[in-house]
């Protein structure tokens, strides 16, 4: 499978150097619209960047995004139109109920496929399939170390409480895992984000209660050396997504 980059920061550089040995892929295109940073992939994979986003479409089997929810909103649906199927990261763009409608029927019209990964949480098999049931409540409490969202505060403060629908808008590089859990349980969660001096992971603490009973889950995510506001758990869960197109055997949902 060619596979081709939207965004070449610290996911992109976790997945190309996991992914480089094995040959069910080849990561050779490269979009960014900080063309050096392209220009530095290309030169490592002996690859090509793409001054021109659709050039990259024609060239690939598959875009994988770890770019912005503003790149998904502005050049996701380009890939679409051309039949491309897009590994999306930048999830919280998928919250405005208008566009992630539109970019499912240019999927459905050209046969492609959206895939949102787990992301940088857990538990996301276990709460589509307790959807099936009645959900009555769906929270996440997010505590990020205050290099990982911005601050420079000395004391634990919560930064936001409320629906994930405004958390993704006013933190957009920060809580993508709020619109996963939206999007997988049908509700708009409910999101607390902390900022906590005493920690350096990226904790996300889940809670979801319905008919089938009730999930907890708490991840204490170690952040990416290049960026500590993203999660090694995030790459690696889209690294996992792209090994089980191969699998026979597949574990999960
Ligand atoms: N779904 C999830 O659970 C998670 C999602 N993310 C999201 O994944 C995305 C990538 O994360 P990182 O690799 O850590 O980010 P990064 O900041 O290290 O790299 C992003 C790269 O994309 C480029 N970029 C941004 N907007 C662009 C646009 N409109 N067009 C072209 N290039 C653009 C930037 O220049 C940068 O090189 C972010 O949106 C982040 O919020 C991160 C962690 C977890
Ligand atoms: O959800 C996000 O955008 C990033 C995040 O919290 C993480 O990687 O732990």
Known sequence: MILGILGCGAIANIIFNTLKEDNNFEINYFYDNNVEKAENFAKITKGHYSEDFNELVDNVDMVLESASPNAVKSLIPQALEKGKDVIVLS???????????????????????????????????????????????????????????????????????????????????????????????????????????????????????????EIKTLVKNIPCAANAKTSILAAYSAIELLKSFNETLKIGL
């Open 91 to 213: 999830i919280g763009a998928l919250m405005d109920n208008d566009f992630r409608e539109n970019i499912i029927a240019i999927a459905k019209k050209n046969n492609a496929k959206i895939y949102a990964p787990s992301g940088a949480i857990a538990g996301l098999d276990a709460i589509k399939a307790a959807s099936l049931g009645t959900i009555d409540n769906v929270s996440i409490v997010t505590r990020k170390s205050p290099r990982s969202l911005n601050q420079n505060l000395k004391e634990e403060k919560v930064i936001f409480n409320g629906k994930a629908s405004e958390a993704v808008l006013e933190f957009p590089s920060n809580i993508n895992v709020a619109s996963s859990l939206s999007l997988a349980s049908h509700v708009d969660a409910n999101v607390k984000i902390i900022v906590d001096p005493k920690v350096n992971e990226n904790m996300h603490e889940i809670t979801v209660v319905g008919s089938f009973g």
